[in-house]
């Protein structure tokens, strides 16, 4: 079994600046499109769409997410400035991973709407697990730990 350390976490009786400290972190993603990639994961994932505002030309400049305890927030990419998607750099260097109960039925549910396998769910010694880029260009790694062993 790996042990990993975190240099994030305090030892006992350490001092901690609760000003600088992370506490939260929400994938902000850029997408062509965000009206119909909420859509597609409100499908997909069965997220619970929290918020969302557009500029005075229509455009989703910041929409939040929530499902299964994640929370996702993202736009529409504006060409010109750093604020775009995947497509113009010829994909993203992110693969966003997410654990799941059941890899089979979240990796079925989003190529139903529109997902492109990369690789398909399979096992693995470290879990079920299967890569699929979403119709917008983010790859996402969906994940199950693998069943505990009986006997």
């Known amino acids: 079994m790996a042990v990993f350390s975190n240099t994030f976490l305090p030892r006992r009786g350490d001092h901690v600046d609760m000003t ?5 972190l929400h994938p902000r993603l850029i997408v062509a499109g965000a009206a119909r990639a909420i859509d597609f994961y409100l499908e997909a994932f069965r997220a619970e769409e929290i918020d969302r505002y557009t500029g005075d030309d229509g455009k989703i400049v910041h929409a939040e997410l929530r499902f299964d ?22 994909g993203s260097p992110v693969i966003l991973t997410l654990q799941v109960a059941d890899a089979d039925a979240v990796a079925t549910r989003m190529e139903k709407a529109g997902a492109t396998v990369i690789y398909p769910v399979a096992d693995h010694p470290y879990g079920r697990m299967g890569r699929l880029r979403d119709p917008f260009g983010h790859v996402w790694m969906i994940t199950q730990h693998p069943a505990p062993e009986s006997g």
């Open 20 to 24: 600088t400290k992370p506490t939260t």
């Open 69 to 90: 305890g994640v929370v996702l927030t993202l736009k529409d990419e504006e060409p010109g400035t750093p604020d775009v998607g995947p497509a113009p750099l010829s």
